[in-house]
């Protein structure tokens, strides 16, 4: 069964530093999102991708993040200068555009644990 | 904006038994839809099932099955012959219909333990 994939699973890097999150969506689908949970919270919704631009992003999604689908596979998310607080799990997940009037389900990934100090 | 409450933090079943977690939405939409995920101590989500609005028929997967009551807006899940590999972090999601593929909204979760 296809799924979403994610890498690295745990990066602990440095406040200040720059952190790239990696995603391979399945491989029909044509949406993209990215959410995080800090830990013992509610998952939020942090941006959403398709045919290469931002659909929408949330009051989270500031200057410092940014989306990229540099090829046909992967779909990334850029922490510029990462904070303590972006310290979460971050998920991927995708969607396929069925064409249909109905919002087709999107499937997770299996999330990269973030940990700034 | 829509919310979605989650108000019971945890809840106990015992093995085989039947348990209902409940879960209710505001929203001004009349087209959306709703889920149910499920995120084990791995933390990665798994989608339960989903049910769509205009549909008056609860959905149902296997042991997993809906109430949905449009005109309360409320969405609960009743996990029949509970198994061990339930015990999970159950979160309750919106979707609105106004936009193909539009965000979700989560809950906050509730944790369900199953006692052997």
């Known amino acids: 069964e296809p799924e979403v994939t994610q890498t690295p699973s745990h990066q602990v890097t440095q406040m200040g530093q720059e952190v790239i999150l990696r995603c391979v969506p399945i491989?029909?689908?044509?949406?993209f999102y990215w959410y995080r949970q800090i830990l013992g919270q509610k998952v939020e919704f942090l941006v959403s991708?398709?045919?290469?631009?931002?659909?929408?992003k949330s009051e989270i999604f500031d200057d410092q993040f940014s989306v990229e689908r540099p090829d046909g596979s992967n779909f990334t998310l850029k922490i510029r200068s990462t904070k303590l607080e972006d310290s979460a799990m971050y998920f991927c997940?995708?969607?396929?555009?069925?064409?249909?009037?109905?919002?087709?389900?999107?499937?997770f990934g299996p999330g990269t644990r973030l940990t700034v100090l | 904006a829509q919310t979605v409450t989650q108000s019971q933090p945890e809840m106990s079943v015992q093995e085989a038994e039947t348990v209902t977690l409940s879960c209710t939405y505001d929203?001004?939409?009349?087209?959306?839809?709703l889920f149910w995920y499920k995120q084990p101590p791995s933390r990665q989500m798994i989608l339960v099932i989903r049910?769509?609005?205009?549909?008056?028929q609860n959905a149902t997967e296997n042991r997993f099955s809906v109430n949905f009551q449009k005109a309360a807006k409320s969405f609960s899940l009743k996990i029949s012959d509970s198994q061990l590999g339930d015990a999970a972090m159950y979160f309750c999601?919106?979707?609105?219909?106004?936009?193909?593929?539009?965000?979700?909204?989560f809950g906050k979760g509730i944790t369900l333990s199953v006692r052997p």
């Open positions: 991708f398709y045919n290469n631009e931002i659909s929408e």
């Open positions: 999601a919106y979707q609105g219909g106004t936009g193909a593929n539009s965000k979700l909204t």
């Open positions: 929203t001004s939409e009349s087209d959306y839809y």
């Open positions: 049910q769509e609005a205009y549909k008056q």
């Open positions: 997940a995708s969607s396929e555009n069925s064409g249909g009037a109905e919002a087709d389900t999107q499937y």
């Open positions: 491989s029909n689908h044509l949406y």
